[in-house]
Nanobody, 117 residues
Framework: QVQLVESGGGLVQPGGSMRLSCVAS????????MAWYRQTPGNQRELVAS???????VYADSVKGRFTISRDNHLSAVFLQMNNLRPEDTAVYYC???????????WGQGTPVTVSS
């Protein structure tokens, strides 16, 4: 059974930093696209950053230069380093593992991030 477990969310002041982690179990995810999404109440889930096995990461315009996505295929993990956080970054953050060739698509449970003074 595939399971994605997130950690690292919480409360941070504007301008602060936070690192999110997502570790998967139950399979080999080295060929999966790994990504982070976020969602606020009443809004659709939006892509924050994604990273394929090879190639450059992709970022939403709103987080470019502030957030960094990385992955560790050996650990089946994806990370999101968030710097210079803003109140508008407040959301529930979800990790996602997608294998396009088979349609296998897995989500983490979500971890809340609150940016407030």
């Amino acid at each position: 059974q595939v399971q994605l477990v997130e950690s690292g969310g919480g409360l941070v002041q504007p301008g602060g930093s936070m690192r999110l982690s997502c570790v998967a179990s139950g399979g080999d995810f080295s060929v999966y696209l790994m990504a982070w999404y976020r969602q606020t109440p009443g809004n659709q889930r939006e892509l924050v950053a994604s990273m394929a096995t090879f190639g450059n990461p992709v970022y939403a315009d709103s987080v470019k230069g502030r957030f960094t996505i990385s992955r560790d295929n050996h650990l089946s993990a994806v990370f999101l380093q968030m710097n210079n956080l803003r109140p508008e970054d407040t959301a529930v953050y979800y990790c996602n593992f997608l294998r396009r060739s088979t349609g296998q698509n897995y989500w983490g449970q979500g971890t809340p991030v609150t940016v407030s003074s």
